[in-house]
T-cell receptor
Framework: QQPVQSPQAVILREGEDAVINCSSS?????VHWYRQKHGEAPVFLMI?????EQMRHEKISASFNEKKQQSSLYLTASQLSYSGTYFC?????????FGAGTTVTVRA | EAGVAQSPRYKIIEKRQSVAFWCNPI?????LYWYQQILGQGPKLLIQ????????DSQLPKDRFSAERLKGVDSTLKIQPAKLEDSAVYLC???????????????FGPGTRLTVL
Protein backbone atom coordinates (compact mmCIF):
# COMPACT_ATOMS: atom_id res chain seq x y z
CA GLN A 1 0.00 0.00 0.00
CA GLN A 2 1.44 3.34 -1.04
CA PRO A 3 2.18 6.10 1.50
CA VAL A 4 0.08 9.26 1.67
CA GLN A 5 1.76 12.59 1.02
CA SER A 6 0.54 16.06 1.91
CA PRO A 7 0.13 18.67 0.68
CA GLN A 8 -0.38 17.80 -2.99
CA ALA A 9 1.18 21.07 -4.07
CA VAL A 10 2.87 24.10 -2.55
CA ILE A 11 3.98 27.42 -4.00
CA LEU A 12 6.81 29.30 -2.34
CA ARG A 13 8.79 32.46 -2.83
CA GLU A 14 12.57 32.17 -2.74
CA GLY A 15 13.77 32.03 0.83
CA GLU A 16 10.54 30.66 2.30
CA ASP A 17 10.24 27.35 4.13
CA ALA A 18 7.92 24.41 3.56
CA VAL A 19 7.18 21.00 5.05
CA ILE A 20 6.07 17.91 3.15
CA ASN A 21 4.58 15.03 5.09
CA CYS A 22 4.51 11.33 4.32
CA SER A 23 2.59 8.75 6.30
CA SER A 24 2.13 5.01 6.07
CA SER A 25 -0.38 2.58 7.52
CA UNK A 26 2.37 -0.02 8.00
CA UNK A 27 5.42 -0.23 10.22
CA UNK A 28 8.42 0.97 8.26
CA UNK A 29 12.06 -0.04 7.99
CA UNK A 30 13.03 3.07 6.10
CA VAL A 31 11.79 6.11 4.23
CA HIS A 32 13.34 7.46 1.03
CA TRP A 33 12.95 10.89 -0.52
CA TYR A 34 13.37 11.63 -4.23
CA ARG A 35 12.90 14.76 -6.31
CA GLN A 36 11.76 14.70 -9.93
CA LYS A 37 11.97 17.73 -12.18
CA HIS A 38 9.58 17.99 -15.10
CA GLY A 39 10.46 15.52 -17.84
CA GLU A 40 13.40 14.07 -15.91
CA ALA A 41 14.07 10.95 -13.86
CA PRO A 42 13.67 10.95 -10.07
CA VAL A 43 16.86 11.82 -8.21
CA PHE A 44 17.70 10.48 -4.77
CA LEU A 45 17.79 12.96 -1.89
CA MET A 46 18.12 10.85 1.25
CA ILE A 47 17.23 7.68 3.13
CA UNK A 48 16.05 7.63 6.73
CA UNK A 49 16.54 4.33 8.49
CA UNK A 50 14.77 3.07 11.56
CA UNK A 51 16.69 4.29 14.58
CA UNK A 52 18.80 6.58 12.41
CA GLU A 53 19.53 10.26 12.61
CA GLN A 54 17.82 13.10 10.86
CA MET A 55 19.33 13.51 7.42
CA ARG A 56 20.21 16.54 5.33
CA HIS A 57 20.79 17.31 1.67
CA GLU A 58 21.97 20.90 1.25
CA LYS A 59 19.27 22.92 3.04
CA ILE A 60 16.75 20.11 2.78
CA SER A 61 16.37 17.94 5.85
CA ALA A 62 14.06 15.13 6.87
CA SER A 63 12.91 13.33 9.97
CA PHE A 64 11.41 9.90 10.56
CA ASN A 65 9.01 9.12 13.38
CA GLU A 66 8.99 5.32 13.50
CA LYS A 67 6.22 5.08 16.06
CA LYS A 68 3.87 7.20 14.00
CA GLN A 69 5.08 5.70 10.71
CA GLN A 70 5.59 9.21 9.40
CA SER A 71 8.32 11.23 7.78
CA SER A 72 8.60 14.94 7.08
CA LEU A 73 10.77 16.74 4.55
CA TYR A 74 11.79 20.28 5.42
CA LEU A 75 12.68 22.75 2.67
CA THR A 76 14.54 25.59 4.38
CA ALA A 77 15.28 28.94 2.71
CA SER A 78 14.01 27.53 -0.59
CA GLN A 79 15.87 28.18 -3.82
CA LEU A 80 14.57 28.19 -7.39
CA SER A 81 16.37 24.88 -7.92
CA TYR A 82 14.11 23.23 -5.33
CA SER A 83 11.17 23.29 -7.72
CA GLY A 84 10.00 19.84 -8.70
CA THR A 85 7.87 16.98 -7.45
CA TYR A 86 8.98 15.33 -4.23
CA PHE A 87 8.19 11.67 -3.68
CA CYS A 88 8.53 9.75 -0.49
CA UNK A 89 9.13 6.05 -0.76
CA UNK A 90 8.41 3.75 2.13
CA UNK A 91 9.81 0.32 2.84
CA UNK A 92 7.52 -1.73 5.09
CA UNK A 93 8.93 -5.00 3.76
CA UNK A 94 11.47 -5.55 1.01
CA UNK A 95 10.17 -3.19 -1.68
CA UNK A 96 9.81 0.53 -2.12
CA UNK A 97 6.34 2.05 -2.50
CA PHE A 98 6.17 5.64 -3.69
CA GLY A 99 3.58 8.22 -2.71
CA ALA A 100 1.70 10.31 -5.27
CA GLY A 101 4.11 13.20 -4.87
CA THR A 102 4.09 16.83 -3.75
CA THR A 103 4.71 19.44 -6.42
CA VAL A 104 6.80 22.34 -5.18
CA THR A 105 7.04 25.57 -7.15
CA VAL A 106 9.54 28.16 -6.00
CA ARG A 107 9.12 31.63 -7.48
CA ALA A 108 11.59 34.50 -7.52
CA GLU B 1 30.57 6.88 -13.99
CA ALA B 2 27.92 6.15 -16.61
CA GLY B 3 24.33 6.28 -15.43
CA VAL B 4 21.42 3.96 -16.14
CA ALA B 5 20.78 3.78 -19.88
CA GLN B 6 17.36 3.19 -21.42
CA SER B 7 16.08 2.98 -24.95
CA PRO B 8 14.07 4.02 -26.76
CA ARG B 9 13.25 7.36 -25.14
CA TYR B 10 9.89 7.63 -26.85
CA LYS B 11 7.57 5.10 -28.44
CA ILE B 12 4.15 5.48 -30.02
CA ILE B 13 2.19 2.34 -30.88
CA GLU B 14 -1.36 1.28 -31.65
CA LYS B 15 -3.29 -0.75 -29.09
CA ARG B 16 -2.78 -4.50 -29.40
CA GLN B 17 0.72 -3.99 -30.79
CA SER B 18 3.85 -5.16 -28.98
CA VAL B 19 6.69 -3.07 -27.61
CA ALA B 20 9.98 -3.72 -25.83
CA PHE B 21 12.12 -1.49 -23.67
CA TRP B 22 15.76 -1.98 -22.86
CA CYS B 23 17.73 -1.01 -19.78
CA ASN B 24 21.44 -1.16 -18.95
CA PRO B 25 22.07 -0.52 -15.25
CA ILE B 26 25.12 1.04 -13.65
CA UNK B 27 28.04 -1.36 -13.75
CA UNK B 28 28.24 -3.49 -10.63
CA UNK B 29 24.67 -2.88 -9.51
CA UNK B 30 23.11 -6.18 -8.53
CA UNK B 31 19.53 -4.96 -8.22
CA LEU B 32 17.45 -3.72 -11.15
CA TYR B 33 13.91 -2.31 -11.03
CA TRP B 34 11.26 -1.52 -13.61
CA TYR B 35 8.70 1.10 -12.67
CA GLN B 36 5.60 2.39 -14.42
CA GLN B 37 4.85 6.07 -13.87
CA ILE B 38 1.48 7.29 -15.06
CA LEU B 39 1.16 11.06 -15.49
CA GLY B 40 0.61 12.76 -12.15
CA GLN B 41 1.42 9.69 -10.07
CA GLY B 42 4.42 8.26 -8.30
CA PRO B 43 6.45 5.42 -9.81
CA LYS B 44 4.87 2.00 -9.33
CA LEU B 45 7.19 -0.99 -9.06
CA LEU B 46 6.52 -3.61 -11.74
CA ILE B 47 9.39 -6.00 -11.18
CA GLN B 48 12.61 -6.22 -9.21
CA UNK B 49 15.62 -8.37 -10.09
CA UNK B 50 18.48 -9.37 -7.84
CA UNK B 51 21.24 -10.35 -10.28
CA UNK B 52 19.27 -12.45 -12.78
CA UNK B 53 16.60 -13.69 -10.37
CA UNK B 54 13.19 -12.13 -9.80
CA UNK B 55 12.71 -10.82 -6.26
CA UNK B 56 9.26 -9.31 -6.72
CA ASP B 57 6.84 -9.19 -9.64
CA SER B 58 3.60 -9.00 -7.69
CA GLN B 59 2.42 -5.86 -9.52
CA LEU B 60 3.42 -6.98 -13.00
CA PRO B 61 0.36 -7.71 -15.21
CA LYS B 62 1.71 -11.06 -16.28
CA ASP B 63 -0.93 -11.68 -18.92
CA ARG B 64 0.66 -8.95 -21.05
CA PHE B 65 3.92 -7.84 -19.45
CA SER B 66 7.13 -9.83 -19.27
CA ALA B 67 10.67 -8.98 -18.24
CA GLU B 68 13.99 -10.70 -18.21
CA ARG B 69 17.49 -9.97 -17.04
CA LEU B 70 19.77 -12.41 -18.75
CA LYS B 71 23.29 -12.75 -17.30
CA GLY B 72 22.34 -10.39 -14.49
CA VAL B 73 23.24 -7.22 -16.39
CA ASP B 74 20.89 -5.52 -18.85
CA SER B 75 17.16 -6.11 -18.92
CA THR B 76 14.22 -6.03 -21.30
CA LEU B 77 10.59 -5.25 -20.47
CA LYS B 78 7.97 -6.29 -23.01
CA ILE B 79 4.29 -5.49 -23.39
CA GLN B 80 2.23 -7.74 -25.62
CA PRO B 81 -0.45 -6.74 -26.50
CA ALA B 82 -0.52 -3.11 -25.37
CA LYS B 83 -3.65 -1.43 -24.04
CA LEU B 84 -4.53 2.25 -23.90
CA GLU B 85 -3.99 2.28 -20.12
CA ASP B 86 -0.36 1.24 -20.61
CA SER B 87 0.47 4.78 -21.72
CA ALA B 88 3.05 5.90 -19.18
CA VAL B 89 6.73 6.49 -18.60
CA TYR B 90 8.63 3.29 -17.93
CA LEU B 91 11.55 3.89 -15.64
CA CYS B 92 14.44 1.56 -15.02
CA UNK B 93 16.51 1.94 -11.86
CA UNK B 94 19.41 0.12 -10.30
CA UNK B 95 21.07 -0.08 -6.91
CA UNK B 96 24.16 -1.72 -5.50
CA UNK B 97 22.22 -4.18 -3.45
CA UNK B 98 19.43 -4.42 -0.97
CA UNK B 99 20.11 -3.12 2.53
CA UNK B 100 18.90 -5.21 5.40
CA UNK B 101 15.73 -3.50 6.49
CA UNK B 102 15.68 -1.10 3.59
CA UNK B 103 17.16 -0.20 0.27
CA UNK B 104 20.24 1.38 -1.08
CA UNK B 105 19.89 4.55 -3.13
CA UNK B 106 18.25 3.84 -6.46
CA UNK B 107 19.61 5.46 -9.60
CA PHE B 108 17.00 6.06 -12.29
CA GLY B 109 17.38 6.09 -16.02
CA PRO B 110 15.78 8.78 -18.22
CA GLY B 111 12.73 6.59 -18.90
CA THR B 112 10.79 5.58 -21.99
CA ARG B 113 7.62 7.52 -22.67
CA LEU B 114 5.07 5.14 -24.19
CA THR B 115 1.95 6.38 -25.92
CA VAL B 116 -0.65 3.79 -26.90
CA LEU B 117 -3.20 5.03 -29.45
Amino acid sequence: QQPVQSPQAVILREGEDAVINCSSSKALYSVHWYRQKHGEAPVFLMILLKGGEQMRHEKISASFNEKKQQSSLYLTASQLSYSGTYFCGTVPDYKLSFGAGTTVTVRA
Amino acid sequence: EAGVAQSPRYKIIEKRQSVAFWCNPISGHATLYWYQQILGQGPKLLIQFQNNGVVDDSQLPKDRFSAERLKGVDSTLKIQPAKLEDSAVYLCASSLDRLAGGYNEQFFGPGTRLTVL
